[in-house]
């Protein structure tokens, strides 16, 4: 089902933002987001793609490695999505397996919770709320 309302396609998206006057390295510069390397540890980091600079509202995180990591926790949920290898979710007494494409939420109330890669070389996002943020 369509629901984009007529006339607003991806034709008049491109027509509305018009970036002709701009050469391709000038809006490769002006629209891209450094990754900010925010913890690393003995085969593995974290790095924000996205942050408080970007939105109020939410932050993601890029997990690179080959050893476990303690994901962030203060008492905010993360929605883990594996995108790179295979690893698994511990937290307490529970695990999860997660391969390339499939995710998990961890509820903030989870506690610590590590990401185990399975040996090989492992990729996840992580997308959290930002501190502070308590409805939209």
Known sequence: RNTIPPGRDLDFCLE?????AYS????RERSLIAPV???????????R?????QTRCFELL??????PMALPHDDRCTLVIQT???SRLRAAESSTALVRG???LCAAA???????????DCEALLCRPLSGVSKL
């Open 16 to 20: 509305v933002f018009d970036y002709t």
């Open 102 to 104: 499939s995710a998990c």
């Open 49 to 53: 793609l996205v942050g408080g600079a």
């Open 37 to 47: 390397r925010v913890a690393s540890g003995p085969g593995w980091e974290l790095d």
């Open 62 to 67: 890029r997990y690179r490695g080959r050893r």
């Open 24 to 27: 391709p390295e000038a809006v």
């Open 84 to 86: 790179l290898g295979s």
């Open 110 to 120: 989870a506690g610590a919770t590590w990401v185990e890669p399975d040996g090989a």
